[in-house]
């Protein structure tokens, strides 16, 4: 029963590099992840994979039963393996991750944590500090982000952390090309629309540029009431919206036909979508925050503005054009080849050893010559 976004994927790209790699693993999922009432989207299943199931994957937890997370917890400390790794994203899962591992460190496991976030975007004092007591019950971090690698030594200097960002997310098809390229240049905005993500910005960028020969699509489920989204871009003809979820048929057709991928988030980590990008060999106009001055090379692989800033957005969409877009595709499919899933399974391997170090970057990049950005918010205190 797959689930629907960037790290239902991930755990299905990464489970199959494992498996190439000859390590043998095995995944337990969750038969009810989100309840309906907390879901802020349409659903959380992906309804074109339906019946899919991954290989040596288990659905056994119901966010909502303990009786699963006990059930579930004791039959993964009973195989006794090397190590058992938790994604930690969201502070829904705490009460749930507390108790499965809990009763696996009771049985000497050792356990590894994939940090996608550190704390919720936005999060109160109470969720910093819960995350906080949940992450500390790991032996070991694989983090995306070098601002997560600074924020997780300081926490806990002598625990192991390895760093490598989002591989690239290969499973996507190939475009039908079904989508011409319109006016002097296409952008996309794609993913979940939430606050952080900073779509307003954009917004407020693309109209003080009043140009009707610059394109945006916005292709995302919104998670809310989007009737002042629809109604604050009613009369601007430039603008597309399509706010639904949509399938890698059809989502390939809209990064095809993108110049640049656009994320203006206020906050960040990794991101999925700057890994769907670089798939299609898009270069990518972001915010300087988090995660992505990991990956993206400024005047390369993208354009790095800062975060919140409407005016700077706009001054980096005027500069840029669709000679500047091929350019830096050319940098992007030479740039990708140096981080995959077969290099994030060695970094992830490497946390077994209870003596491994703290990792190093898995791809080339300079931290020295990375926009110097402001905390992301990703702090673990409180």
């Given at each position: 029963m797959p689930y629907r976004g960037g790290i239902a994927h991930y755990n299905s790209m990464l489970m199959r590099a494992l498996t190439a790699a000859g390590i043998t693993a095995r995944l337990y999922s969750f038969k009810r992840q989100y309840p309906s009432w907390l879901y802020p989207g349409q659903s959380d299943r992906d309804s074109s994979l339906e019946g899919h199931r991954e290989q040596n994957t288990e659905y056994l937890i119901d966010s909502l039963n303990p009786l699963t997370w006990l059930a579930t917890a004791r039959k993964i400390a009973n195989e006794q393996p090397d190590l058992v790794v938790f994604h930690w994203w969201t502070i829904f899962w705490a009460p749930c991750f507390f108790v499965m591992m809990s009763v696996i460190r009771r049985r000497g496991i050792r356990i590894a944590m994939i940090c996608h976030n550190l704390v919720d975007h936005d999060a109160s004092a109470w969720k910093r500090f819960v995350s906080s007591v949940l992450l500390g019950r790991a032996d070991a971090y694989l983090v995306h982000s070098s601002q997560h690698v600074e924020a997780l030594c300081k926490r806990w200097p002598r625990k192991p952390i390895v760093h490598h960002p989002i591989p690239i997310y290969s499973h996507y098809p190939e475009p039908k090309g079904s989508l011409p390229p319109r006016?002097?240049?296409?952008?996309?905005?794609?993913?979940?629309?939430?606050?952080?993500?900073?779509?307003?910005?954009?917004?407020?960028?693309?109209?003080?540029?009043?140009?009707?020969?610059?394109?945006?699509?916005?292709?995302?489920?919104?998670w809310g009431d989007s009737t002042q989204l629809r109604t604050s871009v009613a009369n601007a003809p430039n603008i597309e919206l399509h706010l639904r979820y949509m399938d890698d048929v059809e989502a390939a057709e809209y990064f095809a036909r993108a110049d640049f991928v656009v994320l203006p988030y206020r906050s960040a980590t990794g991101s999925a979508v700057a890994s769907v990008a670089f798939h299609y060999d898009k270069p990518?106009?972001?915010?300087?925050?988090?995660?992505?001055?990991?990956?993206?090379?400024?005047?390369?692989?993208?354009?790095?503005?800062?975060?919140?800033?409407?005016s700077a957005l706009a001054a980096a969409i005027a500069s840029v054009d669709r000679t500047s877009a091929l350019a830096?595709?050319?940098?992007?499919?030479?740039?990708?080849?140096s981080f995959n899933w077969a290099?994030?399974?060695?970094?992830?391997?490497s946390l077994v050893d209870p003596t491994t170090s703290l990792?190093?970057?898995a791809i080339p990049y300079d931290s020295n010559e990375a926009p110097t950005t402001t905390h992301d918010g990703s702090s673990l205190e409180p």
């Open positions: 006016g002097r240049l296409e952008l996309l905005f794609f993913g979940f629309i939430r606050p952080y993500k900073g779509l307003d910005v954009l917004l407020d960028a693309v109209a003080a540029l009043g140009r009707d020969d610059i394109y945006l699509t916005v292709v995302g489920e919104y990518i106009i972001a915010s300087a925050t988090g995660g992505l001055i990991d990956v993206i090379i400024d005047g390369q692989t993208g354009v790095l503005v800062p975060a919140g800033d409407a830096m595709s050319a940098h992007i499919t030479t740039f990708k080849q290099s994030l399974c060695k970094q992830l391997m990792g190093k970057p």
